[in-house]
């Protein structure tokens, strides 16, 4: 046997993740679980790109391309698995707890459906149409939790086993129950139809698999053999034998006809599932193991598919798909016994979790541990990121590469003040029902016992006192976590998690309680009176999002697309899914978010920031926008100037307010998209046309429609055009706007700590110096130039006044789709703080106030609002650099998400955890300084081959000197995400 590329888990580990995973198939649904489902909530979901949670169903279609998984984080994904991408994802109504979770799947032959069930309402199996994702029919019929589904060789049956001991034929197209097939003593998990489709194979935790005849329903043998459940069967491809496997660890092979018995083959552990290859020469278990059938032995083996469940293997032959421990469909070659395709999304298991010791800071692992958690629990190995918790004048930022040590970091605590927690078990291979106990001791001596069992975390896998010793803290599978006093008595339940839970700690302070799971989430929790705070998702390509159950949210440019609501339309129709992004204007709240960690109650924090605010309830009853692109059409080949853009409005609930167009992330929007004709927005006929500029070569043309509700997901395609004098291509006109403030006389001394002046030195020289700088490098570039510089002393219209700065930003409204926009501040910058609500970003003017009570008078200071407004109203390449301080943690996260959303290139000074410098042997702030040197030629890092400055290279620049100046101490931010291009000539 190979071995396990990341760490070989020890055999109890594979076992009791076995037991683990299997259980939640087993519950019964009561009638008390079937009332509480009458008026089902939105639920907040992660939506990566990938699985978050085990993987129950996996199919390649016939045609080979395509491979359909679904499992149970509840959704089903359809994946163009050479591309290594979702291109669709279908939905079952789901509600908290398991509601939703799917445990069998399969696509038909003919590759006109996919089935799916679990454990749903009513016990309903959901068939789809594969080619569009619609539902087509709901197939009612069991009792219980669906566990096997199975099409027909010709597509007209479908085949269902459950947990209520039966298996119901189906007539697929008419939607209708054939047969009931009943007999089996215990909960059916394999079923499959013989290669004629007359009869069909079932198998039972009963220890038999039973033969029926599918046209009169009764039962033709028997299969005894087994000495344990039996999970899975499959059947040979030229008909002549079945293959079961079963807890005994073995595969028995059966002659289809006559049942008889025709080899035993022993196996290592025991797999969900098996199938046989093509030319029936082989069988490949759900654990990676290929076995050669006339020898019995063990052939080769798949590293990484040890805690597989399922297994499927391409029409060809020459390719199977297994998954590894955290839910990555793995696609193998079995010619070359490598992966060929890894198809996931951006998440990772955090399974380490820790705190800094004076409770600031989280940190965590990004990476498997070298010994299973199930075998080895409170591990704190491998800290990779660390996140800084916000405090009275600290707004929460990204996270952030662990530079320190991980001893410095606290984990799990299992002694203290003389007691000590000792977890052990007691069970047998079968017996599902038996307690898993965490002891508590003091001096050897056995005080009390945390019993669980199959509904209350089955095991306990991360567990922790609190700091004072008052608290136990414990969870385990299916997002069980519990608090309990220090003699063992239930104080209550943490509830959130649904995947298996790996780590916990309790802060220092005795605060908070953070906990990670194999949901891929990090959850922090009030350690007393278990609310839920804040949840955090990091994934593997640096994108986050950070959410309180109410649904307001901070994240990363992109952060917010991995997130959205599940909306139930009722249990026979298909549910809405709304995007956190689309929900942006009214749901996007770092302050929120800061507020609910400070105050460690996001319903406290909502209620001091937000008491008028919509409810998310009454939102999502409501429909945002969702258009269609009727030309151009993707990868059409062109020669034009510009071109005529169609937008089909296909629904919203509410009138279009304009539309946001950007070719190569530049805005095009033309001056005539506000509004919408006709003025009813429900008309489903509503078209509108827009002619949009193109560049010479790919064009990558993004729309998106805006009401009051929320905007549309983005609709993006891309063209060719082979026309040289494109409208892009050619550079108008540089509009500069420079605003330097240095004086600021109403503001009392409250900067650079306590009793400290705001005055400064150089940012009006900084303003300066900028403007001139652009005008002799950029200007080379552009066939005018059209600027404003506001600083003291200028006089007049020039004083950097709030007025005259609202004045100036006018200039950008005239910038059209080839001009270029540049925004310059300098100054001071803070957060706005009046009646309680913290956190929209402000530049302060020279003629800025503070009322008394130390909040900002608005008529004197410039939001970023307005800011935003004037870039978002300028079409154009648009660039804003931002040279204010942080200001005792006065940076705020919309500046650098608003403008990334907005396609605008930011080059900000300082992130939320430096501090911008003016330095007096330098003349200037450290920025601006570092800036102008990059534009006068510094920043062009290949000058012996061109005397072009290009934007990676100048940020390059920037980043690495501003670094070497500061001696680390000021760490700029970029946010870049647009095609390399020329910035300005030496």
Known sequence: MLKQKR??????????????????????????????????????????????????????????????????????????????????????????????????????????????????????????????????????????????????????????????????????????????????????????????????????????????????????????????????????????????????????????????????????????????????????????????????????????????????????????????????????????????????????????????????????????????????????????????????????????????????????????????????????????????????????????????????????????????????????????????????????????????????????????????????TIKLWNLKTRELIVTLFHGNDGEWVMWVPQGYYTSSRNGDRLVGWHINQGFDKKPRYIRASQFKRHLYSPEIINEAIRLTSAKAAIKKLRRSDILLQELLALTPPKIKLLSPTANDNLSAKEIQLSVELLESSEPIKGFDIFVNNRRVTPPNSKGFLPERAQDSTAIRNFTIPLANGKNTIQVTANSWVGSSEPKIIVVNNQFTEASLETRETLYIVAIGVDQYPEVPPICNGKNGSCQLKYAGKDAQNFHDTLTQTMGQLHKRIKSKVLFNGAGGELEPTKDNIVDALDLLQAATAADTVVVFLSGHGTNYENQGKKGSYLFLPTNAKRRSQGSWISSTIVSWAEIEK???????????FVDTCRAAGAYNERLLKNSADESVIVFSASDSQSNAQEREDLQNGIFTHVVVRGFQGEGNLTKDVDDKIEVLEFTQFVDGEIARISKYQQKPEFDFQQKNFILAKQ
């Open 870 to 880: 004037a870039l978002h109203l300028a079409r154009g390449r648009r660039m804003l």
């Open 7 to 520: 760490y070989q888990p020890h055999f109890l580990c594979l076992l009791c993740i076995s037991w683990l995973l299997s259980l939640p198939a087993i519950c019964t649904i009561t009638a008390q679980e079937q009332a509480g489902q009458t008026k089902p909530k939105p639920q907040f979901m992660l939506d990566t790109g990938g699985h978050t949670a085990i993987i129950e169903g996996l199919a390649f279609t016939s045609d080979g391309k395509y491979l359909v998984s679904a499992g149970h984080d509840k959704v089903i994904r359809v994946w163009d698995w050479q591309a290594e991408k979702t291109v669709r994802v279908l939905r079952i109504p789901i509600e908290r707890g398991s509601w939703g979770k799917i445990y069998a799947m399969a696509v038909s032959p003919n590759g006109q459906y996919v089935a799916a069930g679990g454990y749903t309402f009513e016990q309903e199996i959901y068939l789809f149409d594969f080619r569009t994702g619609e539902l087509k029919a709901l197939l009612r019929g069991h009792t219980d939790v669906i566990l096997g589904l199975n099409f027909s060789p010709d597509s007209k049956w479908l085949l269902s086993g459950g947990a209520d001991s039966t298996a119901i034929l189906w007539d697929v197209e008419r939607a209708t129950l054939l047969y009931r097939l009943t007999g089996h003593k215990d909960r059916i998990h394999g079923v499959s139809f013989s290669t004629t489709g007359t009869s069909a194979f079932t198998a039972s935790d009963d220890n038999t698999i039973r033969k029926w005849n599918l046209y009169t329903g009764e039962l033709l043998k028997i299969l005894k053999g087994h000495s344990r459940r039996v999970m899975a069967v499959s059947v040979s491809p030229n008909g002549d034998t079945i293959a079961s496997t079963s807890w005994d660890d073995t595969i028995r092979l059966w002659n289809s006809q006559s049942g008889e018995s025709k080899k035993v083959i022993d196996i290592h552990d025991s797999p969900w599932n098996i199938g046989f290859t093509p030319d029936g020469k082989f069988i490949i278990t759900s654990r990676g193991e290929v076995w050669n059938l006339s020898t019995g032995t063990l052939h080769f083996s798949l590293p990484e598919s040890k805690e597989s469940r399922v297994i499927t293997i391409h029409p060809d032959g020459q390719l199977v798909a297994s998954v590894d421990l955290e839910n990555t469909i793995l696609v193998w070659s079995l010619t070359e016994k490598k992966i060929q395709k890894r198809l996931g999304g951006q998440g990772y298991i955090p399974f380490s979790l820790a705190f800094s010791p004076d409770g600031d800071s989280i940190a965590w692992s990004n990476s498997l541990p070298p010994i299973s958690p199930l075998v080895k629990p409170n591990q704190v190995e491998n800290l990779t990121y660390t996140l800084a918790l916000p405090t009275e004048n600290q707004s929460v930022s990204s996270p952030q590469k662990l530079a320190t040590l991980n001893k410095l970091f606290v984990g799990a605590i299992t002694q203290q003040g003389g007691l000590q927690l000792k977890r052990s078990n007691s069970h047998s291979k079968d017996d599902i029902g038996n307690m898993y106990f965490l002891d508590i001791f003091q001096s050897e001596q056995m005080v009390g016992r945390i019993s669980w069992h199959r509904t209350r975390g089955f095991r306990h896998q991360a567990y922790t006192f609190s700091l004072d010793g008052e608290i136990i803290a414990t969870g385990g599978a299916n997002g069980q976590l519990w608090a309990y006093d220090r003699q063992g008595n239930e104080l209550g339940t943490y509830k959130g998690h649904v995947g298996y839970i790996y780590s916990l700690a309790a802060s220092p302070d005795n605060r908070f309680l953070v906990s990670t799971a194999t949901d891929q």
